[in-house]
Each structure stands twice: as C-alpha cells, then as structure tokens.
C-alpha cells in the first residue's frame, strides 16, 4: 500500500478526543499511547509524564512529536454554597464557555459533572449583553447545596477540569466534531506513522515518537522530553487553527485542502530546508499541503527547536475550525493526508539529508 493510500482508524482518533487530558492531568491519554505504542519500542517517561517511545532503525534520530494535553482548568476555590471558581489552564475565550459543560476531575477518584453558570438573558442589563464576561467572574456549578457536598466527593483546590465531549460526524460525509482535536489529531497522527514505520524495511533513520505534557501552558514537556529523544531533526504534529471563517481572505488552513506545513509563527521559525523537503516528499506523493505563516501562536516547536545546539524543525497541522472550545471540526480525510505524508517524509530521512539542513559551510 502506498503512503498516499494509508488508512487510519477513525474509533482512535474518537478514543483520543474523547479522552480528558487538561495540562498536568494526561492521564487517559497517556493510556491509550502506552498501548498503542510500548510494545513497539523502548519506552521512556520525563519526569513531568512525557511519553517517548523509541523504535528501531539506523540513521538520525528523528521525533514525532505531539502534546497529549488539551486546553482545561483548574479548581481555584470554592464557595459557601458550593460554586467552583477556576483558573483557565490555556487559551480561552469567554465567549465560548457559558453554559458549556465540563468535568472535575476529582482527587477522589470521580469525575464530577458541571456547567459553566450563566444569567439567563431575563436578568441581563444592555451593558451585560454588549460586553464579553471575563473568565475570573465566572464560576462552574456542579449542582450541590454547600461547599461540604464538594468535599464529601472529593473535590479539591487544584483538582483538573476538562471541558465535556461528545464525537459526531456532520451531514457533510467524512467530517467531525468535538473537544480536543487540538491536539488529538496530531497524537492520532503520532501513533498511525510510527505504527506504519516501525514495520518498514529498511527505514534510513531512528523514528521516535514524543507524547508530550504541557504544551497548552508553556511547551514544557517537549522541553524537558527532548533531553530523552536527542533529536537530529523534529516534526511538531498539531492539530491547528483553521482559517477558512467569514471575513478571512487569505486563508492557510482550510479544512479539506490538506494538512499544513507552518513556517513560522512568533515562537519557532522552521527550517527553510527541511521545508522545502517536505514540500517536495508532498508534491511527488501527490499530497496536498498548505503553507502557513502565522502571527500568532505557537506549538512544541517553540521548545524543541532550541534543544542543545538546535534542532531543524517543521510543524505539520491538520486544520481544525473553532478549536480551544468544545466543538471543534474536521476532514478524516486531512488527517489520513497527514499520515501519508509524516511516513513518506521518514522514508526519505536518510543520514544525507538531514546533514544538508543544518550545512552552513557554502
């Protein structure tokens, strides 16, 4: 079977989203990599729960690196009457989180239901219906009476929060929705290419594959899992912001057109070689990719790339609308593209190549 004509597995990209994985608390994720991946190389942790699984092979060592967590929060109090205030872990926007449901993940043992509280729009003045509500007024309501229901169910300060999901693909054929896609697909896309690799002949380099911790707060477990993968060359697998919205003229990421290659955002500027060889495995597969140049955000990239003397580095994305909310979308078949590419891309990963990114002698 050609890489252009790889197959994935739509039941573990909906294992993985569905799985709750706020920063910290990578747990069931973590899970689902043990068993896919351990068996299938030498499996190592950094002490902040980074998985890294290194498969066999000569040549470079080349990482496959994708953040298990998802944007979540955390219990930063509670109130008399048993209101949870929180602290966001990652990147939200007010806008999409009222009445939204969630899940604390208590250190009894439990997972408890709530809901973000929210004034009905009876009780709304017109300046509150005009303005955004900051996320530090904001409190989850689980339903309880006092504070002491918290406690008897094991609810503490600190406790993880993860945002409730629920997988289902749209009318339109081929297309999905739900929580976490950001950055479950690029774990998806992790686990299918090294799956594939590890049962290649003659693979000219070393795949190993990074699940990483933290990214949604600072790419702390791609800093501290690249002194375990040693990498000689990086790519960052993400699940990135899609672009294809009213309003957006110069669209990047648009669902259906193909994973995306960024060059740069303000966190890592890829390897312009490394680029251009990935441009080109694509253009000979017959793989459709997107190039983006972003002002704004940043991946595992941002700590990996600047790992001992540095490391050439690529991000590869699989678009995905409205993500940093609970609902966000995309194409199965962008994400099968992305695992044709990564495995094509490795196939031509020979010792030669990856010398001639970071040559600088002409």
């Known amino acids: 079977m050609s890489e252009k004509n790889c197959t994935v597995s739509l039941e573990l990209i909906r294992e993985l989203s569905l799985a709750a994985g706020p920063p910290g608390a990578e747990d069931e994720v973590r899970t689902i990599v043990h068993r896919e991946l351990s068996h299938l190389g030498t499996t190592q942790h950094d002490a902040h729960g980074s998985v890294i699984v290194e498969g066999v092979g000569e040549g470079p060592r080349v990482i496959l690196d994708a953040h298990m967590d998802e944007v979540g929060f955390a219990v930063q109090s509670i109130d008399k009457e048993g209101r949870v205030q929180f602290v966001p872990l990652g990147g939200w926007w007010g806008h999409v989180l009222l009445a939204q449901r969630v899940d604390i993940l208590a250190s009894g043992g439990t997972k408890i239901p709530g809901v973000f509280g929210c004034k009905p729009p009876h009780f709304l003045s017109k300046t509150e219906r005009e303005k955004v509500l900051p996320l530090d007024k904001m409190h989850i309501d689980v339903g309880a009476r006092s504070r002491e229901d918290l406690e008897a169910w094991g609810v503490q300060v600190g406790d993880p929060i993860c945002p409730r999901g629920h997988f289902e693909e749209m009318a339109a054929k081929g297309r999905y929705c739900c929580k976490a896609f950001d950055d479950r697909v690029g774990v998806g896309v992790m686990i299918e290419s090294f799956r594939a690799l590890v049962e290649t ?162």
Not at 262 to 273: E, G, I, M
Not at 337 to 345: D, F, K, P, R, T
């Open 201 to 362: 002949d003659e693979l000219p380099c070393r795949p190993i594959a990074v699940a990483a911790v933290q990214e949604e707060v600072g790419c702390r477990g791609a800093r501290t899992a690249s002194a375990i993968s040693r990498p000689d060359v990086a790519i960052i697998l993400e699940g990135t912001p899609a672009d294809d919205l009213p309003g957006m003229t110069e669209r990047q990421a648009v669902l259906g057109k193909g994973p995306q290659i960024r060059f740069f955002d303000p966190t890592a500027l890829s390897n312009r070689r490394l680029v251009q060889m990935v441009k080109g495995v694509a253009s000979k597969q017959k793989i459709p990719v997107q190039s983006a140049v972003r002002r704004s955000g940043g991946t595992d990239a941002s700590t990996t790339h600047l790992h001992d003397r540095g490391v050439p580095t690529v991000v590869i994305g699989v678009p995905a609308r409205a993500i940093h909310t609970h609902s966000s979308m995309i194409d199965l078949e962008d994400y099968r593209q992305a695992v044709s590419l990564v495995v094509a891309i490795l196939k031509k990963m020979d010792a030669s190549t990856v010398s001639s990114f970071t040559d600088y002698s002409a």
